[in-house]
């Protein structure tokens, strides 16, 4: 397949932008929880790009740029954290007094963070960075700062690019791994978060030009959600300081009480599941390689 770097990069910069653009417009009619969640993913894969390039377009070149998508993805954040609490807890058909009053005041700080997004998205700062980011990706504004030898890099194949990336940083990634000992602190659940996801987002980019490594995918995507619930707990007990505020009714405290002592054994049960998948996971990349 005769795709060059630089056209894969500007390809993958171009279908997220768009699919922001799509999902901008139903986050403002709408309150349902797809759109911002779709928004999201794809101002994080934008993110991920820049990432994934940055050993051919250096991040002195990108920085501004990714200041700017992290500035729009910041304003969906907690409304995305929230969404993913009701989910989780508040998703059932009858409530007890305690349970209502709980949700109704998720509910209320859910209206007060779509109100923040949606005020933001008709903002004319948001317009702007957005008419800025078109332009970047349009004129490739990156070839600006680089050099001849560096232009010339570009215009090689997608294809051992990728090939030396997945490889490179699945290796970084395993080394960090052999880090931990056989307590998996918070810390570290989150760095390794952060590099399966961007492993995730590569491994889904280059998949139309590298011969499938499905078992490798599902693998990484089983361990990356083991990471994404223990990181749901982190942000639970969080949020319940916000939504605790002004409260004094002592059955809502106890409420809270018992669903983290819930969340600290399930937080002992996915660490455990941690290691068994972490260990597939380096066999399995292990094979790959």
């Avoid at 991920?48 to 070149?61: A, D, E, G, R």
């Avoid at 700062?145 to 990336?165: G, H, V």
């Avoid at 409260?247 to 068994?276: P, S």
Wanted: aromatic share 10%.
């Amino acid at each position: 397949m005769d795709v060059s770097i630089e056209s894969a990069f500007k390809n993958f910069l171009e279908i997220d932008f768009k699919k922001i653009q799509k999902y901008k417009k139903a986050v403002l009619v709408k309150k349902e929880t797809e759109p911002l969640h779709q928004m999201r993913v794809s101002l994080r894969r934008m993110r991920s790009v820049l990432f994934t390039f940055q050993s051919v377009i250096p991040k002195k070149i990108t920085k501004k740029i990714d200041i700017k998508i992290a500035t729009v993805a910041s304003y969906c954040n907690r409304a995305r954290d929230i969404d993913v609490y009701i989910e989780t807890y508040l998703k059932k058909e009858t409530f007890s007094s305690t349970e209502l009053l709980l949700y109704k005041i998720v509910v209320h700080y859910r209206e007060k963070e779509y109100k923040k997004i949606q005020k933001y998205l008709k903002s004319h700062k948001y317009k702007k960075l957005i008419r800025k980011l078109r332009r970047w990706i349009e004129t490739k504004k990156w070839r600006k700062k680089l050099k001849k030898n560096e232009l010339s890099a570009l215009k090689e194949n997608i294809i051992p690019f990728a090939e030396n990336f997945l490889k490179s940083y699945t290796n970084e990634i395993i080394l960090y791994g052999s880090t931990i000992g056989t307590v998996l602190e918070d810390e570290q659940a989150h760095k390794l978060r952060i590099k399966l996801k961007k492993l995730r987002y590569a491994t889904d980019l280059f998949s139309s030009y590298l011969q499938k490594k499905d078992t490798l995918r599902n693998t990484l995507k089983e361990l990356q959600d083991i990471l994404g619930k223990l990181h749901d707990i982190y942000v639970t007990k969080e949020l319940h300081k916000v939504f605790l505020q002004s409260q004094k009714d002592k059955k809502l405290f106890t409420c809270i009480k018992q669903l983290e002592a819930e969340n600290m054994k399930r937080k002992k049960k996915l660490k455990e599941a941690f290691f068994l998948k972490w260990k597939e996971f380096r066999e399995i990349a292990q094979q790959v390689d």
